[in-house]
């Protein structure tokens, strides 16, 4: 079984240091992501190698009460979305904050949120507000009704809508801003959006 592996970021791990100072300490652009990103690719791959080799065992004794079966579903969608979080996590980050590089986007933005300004603000109380295990994600709402939602996602996917796409997706659980910025979350959120990579964002709107 080939299993899923981590996904490469758009820069490499020296520039890393540099271009998400702002954002994150030096430490953190290598824990993060070999430590906690890779963590959730790896237990995917274990967790779904248990369900396929002990398949016999495990769902003859699968119940709601207590069964190994059921603890594996569940761990195996919070390391899935865990993985897919980061990817795009990293993603987004790298870049300069202008949003006039993502223009259909910027549009959009305009016409859900009234400006960007409005979108702004709600996206960082959505950021604030999410547990210390959490994301706010920025996602388009295609199955509903096409428009754009500030997600608030505690773990990787409590609260997440059914078929709406995450475009930016900040991580708000501590190991991402504490070694650098303590418990001031707020200064942490501004310094994500000041270092966005609008151009990769719009790429991803536009697909
Ligand atoms: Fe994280």
């Not at 030096?26 to 890779?38: G, I, L, N």
């Not at 059921?70 to 300069?96: C, T, V, Y």
């Not at 707020?186 to 991803?204: Q, S, V």
């Amino acid at each position: 079984m080939s299993g899923h592996v981590l996904k490469k970021r758009p820069y490499s791990d020296e520039e890393a240091k540099n271009i998400l100072a702002n954002v994150m300490s030096k430490e953190t652009t290598e824990w993060h992501y070999y430590t906690h990103h890779k963590g959730y690719v790896e237990k995917r791959n274990e967790i779904e190698k248990k369900l396929l080799e002990e398949k016999t065992v495990l769902l003859e004794k699968a119940n709601a009460n207590y069964s190994e079966f059921g603890e594996l579903k569940r761990r195996e969608s919070f390391n899935a979305n865990g993985a897919i979080l980061h990817d795009i996590f990293w993603e987004n980050l790298g870049g300069d904050g202008e949003i006039n590089k993502a223009t259909e986007l910027k549009k959009k933005i305009e016409t859900d949120f009234g400006s960007v300004e409005e979108w702004k603000k709600e996206f960082k109380a959505v950021a604030l507000s999410a547990k210390n295990s959490g994301w706010a994600v920025l996602a388009i709402d295609t199955h509903s009704d096409g428009k754009l939602r500030n997600l608030l996602v505690d773990e990787h996917g409590v609260g997440a809508i059914w078929g709406a796409k995450p475009l930016i997706a900040c991580d708000m659980f501590e190991h991402t801003y504490y070694h650098k910025d303590g418990p001031k979350k707020a200064t942490y959120i501004d310094n994500f959006l000041n270092n966005l990579h609008w151009e990769r964002i719009e790429k991803r709107y536009k697909n």
